[in-house]
């Protein structure tokens, strides 16, 4: 029998399958797109997932993150990461070096997807298999999660997330967040001649009129040939609980803030971990707790600013309130681990 069944091959579902699969136990990844996967995403790693990476056996290609840069239109503040440096890389890289590892490890790779699960006190039967555990990493709107009706319903606005690349040379080796009144957009160097830029908002505006609120980013991308755009959204998402008998709820399937910090990778990578340690120790239960402990600083500080982002008049305090107090800024940032 299948040890632990994977629904969904992004990067959550693959690290919990490699993660099962280090353990010595069976485990087979469903995904019905190709490798490698794209989306959009941020393609910043922070630091915390840079060693998550590593522990996993996996050394890949990038750019080098030194910190993060806060800007509006007249001042910035920044911080460098402690104790390790993140990683700018393309969604599309780091899905094939996970994709290849797994298979090195022998994660066994179906194509096909989740719909429909059945569970008893001891196997789990979805997509024709039969599995004693069952992962669901099947993303922001996971269809696992809606059929066990894990889903809870929210009444805040969503914000929606959008991402281009624009082939130009990078200027900055920190993560640039710049921010308006109405939203931010995101700067990620990812190779010697490409950036990541995306823009979060609450408006479902395109791009270019996103883009439009940064006139100096806006001027510095002019001329750089672009890329299409990947949309993300609603980014938001409630979960009852992550823990339905034999069912476990990783990654953004687990429940999901928004991308403002950047985080979602690492905390994908992290709690794909929690989850197999606690099939391991036989206490499935405990990764409830588990993921609770090792997201709250995230929800703590993505919870603030999103709060502060959420009125024009308090979102243009969020960067001179940065640089007027770099020690808090600094130490908000060392969160992003």
Known sequence: MIDVLVA???????AAAMHAALAGMRAVVV???SAPVDKACGEGVMPGGVAALRTLGIDVAGRELRGIRYLDATRRAEAAFRGGTGLGIRRTTLHAALHQRARDLGVEMVTGKVSEVRQSADRVVAAGMTARWLIAADGLHSPVRRGLGLALPDRAEGRYGLRRHYRVEPWTDFVEVHWSAHG??????VADDLVGVAVLSRSRRGYDDHLAAFPALAARLRDATATAVRGAGPLRQRVRRRVAGRILLVGDAAG???ALTGEGIALGLRSAEAAVRSLVGGRPEAYEAAWARLTRRHR?????LLTAGRHPRTARLVVPA???LPAVFSAAVHVLR
């Open 8 to 14: 969904g091959g992004g990067p959550a579902g693959l």
């Open 184 to 189: 931010e957009a995101y700067v990620t160097p």
């Open 31 to 33: 995904e019905p797109r």
């Open 300 to 304: 703590l500080l993505t919870g603030a």
């Open 256 to 258: 999901y803030t928004d």
């Open 322 to 324: 940065a640089s007027r």
